[in-house]
């Protein structure tokens, strides 16, 4: 069974850094492109950046320059480091695999994780 487990998430000031993990399980994910996400209160689930498989990433631009997404295979888990972090950034956090590995169309996500709430202050 495919599961994944975010954690790391917290109060942070602005200009604070924060580092959220992803835990995958259930298969191996190293073939597979692993995006974070995220949702703002009365907004919609926004794309935040993707990993693919060989490790080339992209992100949005609201998050680019101050994000950055890695993985390690052999641990099965995807990361998220924050830096430069702004109230704006505040939000639940999810990560989600994509099959196909490429990794830009929201569709193509098929199984999510319970999401780990990011709060910075000002």
């Known amino acids: 069974q495919v599961q994944l487990v975010e954690s790391g998430g917290g109060l942070v000031q602005a200009g604070g850094s924060l580092r959220l993990s992803c835990a995958a399980s259930g298969r191996t994910f190293s073939s597979y492109a692993m995006g974070w996400f995220r949702q703002a209160p009365g907004k919609e689930r926004e794309f935040v950046g993707t990993?693919?498989?060989?490790?080339?990433?992209y992100y949005a631009d609201s998050v680019k320059g101050r994000f950055t997404i890695s993985r390690d295979n052999a641990k099965n888990t995807v990361y998220l480091q924050m830096n430069s972090l702004k109230p704006e950034d505040t939000a639940v956090y999810y990560c989600a695999v994509d099959w196909s590995n490429y990794g830009l169309i929201y569709r193509d996500y098929n199984y999510w994780g319970q999401g780990t709430q990011v709060t910075v202050s000002s």
């Open positions: 990993i693919r498989s060989g490790g080339s990433t």
